[in-house]
């Protein structure tokens, strides 16, 4: 259904996407994301701990991710685990999502964000999968305390989004996330 959604109800185009999305569950492994095998994987990123996935932590109950954005450091990390720990996570989430809905939340804290933050491969890699294989499943990303350069970096990957997807981006500062977010969701050490 959300392949339908995400092209208008296209039924022709919807099933091109949808051949193509088995295609890329197959080379990736994505139906053993969650499991210990695909972990292995995406060990170095998990000890990290970049991010934490919580089951109804928006206002409507649906799974976010919560990413602790200055833990990334684009010169110490390999994009091929990158893309495994991407696929990892967007399956989690998927799997916690009401299945009627499959709506996932992403809430980014940009405090700390610096140049070995702006990792424009690893963006554009997350993108084109959210993009292109997780149609009509995002409900929001949400930008927490974005400083200054974040803008820069911003300005680029605007451009690789469509304007729907666009629209449900949110820039917020932590004083507000309990508008969007269960306060009792938040990771603790998330916000100060």
Known sequence: MRFLRGRDHAEDTAFELLVEYAKWRN????DLALSDSFLQ???NE???KKYEIVSKADLGDRPAVFVFVRKHNMY???VDEMRYLIIHILEKLVALAKPEQERISLVLNMSGF?????DYEVAKILVDILKTYYPETLEHIMFVDSPMIFSTFWAIVKQWLNPVT???VIFLKSADLPKYVRSEAVPKGFVE
């Open 46 to 48: 998990q000890q990290k």
């Open 166 to 168: 666009i629209e449900k």
């Open 41 to 43: 994987r995406i060990s």
């Open 27 to 30: 080379t990736y492994d994505a």
């Open 114 to 118: 610096g140049i070995s933050c702006m």
């Open 76 to 78: 110490e990390r390999d």
